[in-house]
């Protein structure tokens, strides 16, 4: 005779087990993909950058749309 088996409980029912993200954890690549962004949509204040004038020239066109 088999005995009846007692399955786990499902993982979202485990007696209020909150997981929740630092404010730090959005703030940090956030702010990290803002700065990149301004470095490409403004390439002057990147001065270690010193790349072909076309891209330049296409990096200011795409600022200047994004401005608009």
Do not use: C, K, Y
Not at 6 to 15: D, F, M, N, V, Y
Not at 32 to 44: D, E, R, S
Not at 51 to 58: K, R
Request: hydrophobic share 50%.
């Amino acid at each position: 005779m088999s005995a009846p088996t007692q399955t786990p409980p499902h993982p979202a029912s485990r007696g209020g087990v909150d997981i929740r993200l630092p404010w730090w954890a959005l703030a940090l690549p956030t702010l990290a993909f803002v700065v990149l962004l301004a470095l490409i949509l403004n390439p002057a204040d990147a001065h270690a950058a010193s790349g072909d004038p076309l891209v330049t020239q296409f990096l200011e066109r795409v600022q200047q749309l994004i401005a608009r």
